[in-house]
Structures are given as C-alpha cells and as structure tokens.
C-alpha cells in the first residue's frame, strides 16, 4: 500500500480498535476484526486509512507480547492488501 507512506494511524479509529481485541478472546479476534473492517468499509472509510489504523493498533498490541493477538491483526491487513485467499479480500 503505497498510498499509505503519508497518512497517520487516526488515535480514536486505533482506541476503538484496541478495545475490541481486548474485549475479544484471542481465538475469536479475527472474524471480530474483519467484521469491524467491513464495517469500517461499508460507511466509506478509506481503506488506505484503515490499513494504516490497523497497523497502528498492531504495534500498540505486539508491545503485550500477545502472538495471538498480533496474528489477528495481521491477517485483517492481508485481507485488507489482497494477500490472501480471493475470497477473504476485503477491497
């Protein structure tokens, strides 16, 4: 995502993000994060921005050292960039 160099992860969008994966056991988090990308997608958020939050939350959560974790945010960004599966594409 090479548009994303100049954008800044939105403080609020990454607060959001961050309780959920808290609020979400660890082995559900996926699906609850994608759900929330969709979402996020749907009402227009542009998913430059939204890739760039994701990452945000992702350096914010592998400071807890929680690998679980970390692996959900990460897939959400591949299904966000296309390095996945067709179908799990979030674009």
Known sequence: MERTRNLLADKATVAQMLNLALATPADRLTPKLRQYARECLNADYPSEQLYVDFMGAYEEISERD???????????????????APGARLY
């Open 66 to 84: 929680d690998e679980e974790r970390e692996d959900a945010f990460l897939d959400v960004m591949d299904f966000l960039t296309g390095w996945c």
